[in-house]
C-alpha cells in the first residue's frame, strides 16, 4: 500500500501540483491521465525523490519513503520513463543490474564484479520480459520495444513496492505499446507490485487501468474505475478536445441509467 | 538587377542600415587586414629577392644524407617516447579535473568557470615556452619535453573530455539517481561508456600532435630529435638537416595515418 498525502510542488511560483492525495494498493494498475503540463511527470518525480516536494510526503506500508535516507540496497519505488532510459553501450544485463546497483561495492562494481546473488536476480528480471536470451547484447541493439521491456526489467530487478511509469509507451506503435503494457500488468499483477502510470492515450487507460486518475491545473478531479470514466470527464481532463472517437472507447451505458456525478477527489479511506 | 537572361538573387541584407552596413562592414575589414599586414611587415619584393637564397638553400640540401640516418634513430624513438608518456601524463592529469569543468556534472557554476579557466591556462602557454621553463627548472633533456607536452595537453584533454560529457544522454543517469546508485558508480556505468569512444578518439589525436611537438622540442633541449636538426643547421650540414626533416615528416605522416585509422575503428 503507498500512500501520497498532501503532495505541493511549484516551480518558480508558478504551482504544479496543488495537493494530491492518492493511495494505491499493492499490486493495483493506476493509471494517471492529463493534458501535458498538468503535473503527470512531476507528481511521479515527487514520488521517488527526483524532484523535491513543497509539502506532502509518500507512505509506503507504513513507513515514510525518503529517497535520500532509504537503507542501502533498499529502493522501494522504481521508475520506468519514456525514452527507457538505458545507456545504449553497455550490456543488456549490466543494465537491468543498475536496479541492484544501489547496496553494491563500487570497487568490486568497477571490477566487473558482481554478487551472484544479484546477477541471479537481474537475470530472473530479464527471464519475466522474455528477453533472456538478450542478455549479453548491447543496449543499442534492441528494439524500442524491447529496450522498454528491459527498463521494466531493471525496475523489477529493484525489489520495489511500486513502480512510476512516465509515459513508458509514448514512443513506442500501438502494437508494441499493447505488448509492453501487458508484460508490465501482468507481472506487477503476480509480484503484488502497485503500479501508477502516466499515459496521455485515453484508450489505453481504459483497457490497461484498474483505476484512473484524472489531472487536470495540478489537481485530482476524477478517481475511480475505467466504466466510471465518462466523455464528459474525458472533456474535463483535457479542455477543448475535439475528438469523437474518444466516446468509442468509454464503455458504453444505458441510456436510462443517469450519467453518475463526476466524483471530485474522493476522501482516501 | 538582371543581365541578360540572368538575374541577380541575394537576400537584401537583414540589418538596420541595409546595404550601408554591409559597407562599412567590409570596410572595417579591409582596414584590419591592412593594418595586421603593415604590422607584420608583409612585402612581396622581398619575397621575390629572397628566391634565390631559398634555391640556393633547397639545392644545398640535395642530396640529403642517408648516412645521416644512422645517428637518427635514437633521437628519432626518443622523441616517439617523449610524446607517448607526454600524452600519459596529460590524460592523468586531466582526468581527476574533467569532471569539474562539464557544465552538467559539476557541483557548482562557479567551480565549473574556474576549472574552465585552469584548463585555459595550461592550454594557452606554447608547448616550447613550457619546455623552456622545464629545462630551466630540472635541467636539460627529453623529461622536460615530456612535462611540456603533458602540461599543455592536460588543458587541451580536459576540455575536450569535458564537452564530451556534456553531450552525454542525460535520462540513464536519471535512471541510475531514481534507482540511488551513487555518484561513482553512475559516473562508472552511466557516463563512461558513452564518452568512452569519443575520449579515445580525443586521446589519439593528442598523441598525433604530441608526436609532431616532439620533433621540435629538441631545439630548446627538450629531448628528441629537434636538438639534431637545429644543430646540423647550425653548423651548414644542409644535407643532414634535409634526412632530419624527411625523418620528420615521415613520423608525423604514420602518427597521422595510425591516429586516424584508430579513431575510425573506436566508431
Redesign the interface.
Known sequence: MITIEGLKKSYAGRPVLQGIDLSVKAGEFLVVLGPSGAGKSTLLRCI???AQPDAGRTVIDGTVFD?KR?A?GK?P???I?Q????????SVL?NVL??R??G?S?FL??LQLFPRQDVEIAMDCLARVELAHKANSRGDQLSGGEQQRV?IA?ALA?QPAVILCDEPVASLDPKTSRIVLGYLKAICKAEGIAVICNLHQVDYAVEFGERIVGLSGGRVIFDDTPDHLTSEIVHQIYPGLEDPGISRVLKPRPASQPVLAPMIAPAIA | MSFGTLQLVIRPPQNRFGWWGVGALALAILVFLWWAAVGSQINAGNLWNGIPYMWDFLVRMVPPNPEFLERLWKPALESLQVAVWGTLLGVVISLPICFFAARNLSPSPAIFHATRQLLNCLRGINEIILALIFVAAIGLGPFAGVLALAIHGAGMLGKFFAEAMEDIDEGPLEAFRSAGVGPFKTFFFGVLPQVLPTWLGTIFYRLETNVRQSTVLGMVGAGGIGFELVSSMKLFKYQDTATCILVILAMVLVADLVSSRVRALIR
Open positions: 521517488n525523490g527526483l529517497s532509504a542501502a529502493r519505488v522504481a521508475m520513463f525514452h527507457h532510459n538505458l545507456v545504449k553501450r553497455l549490466k543498475v536496479g546497483m544501489a553494491l563500487s562494481s568497477m527498463g531493471r529493484q
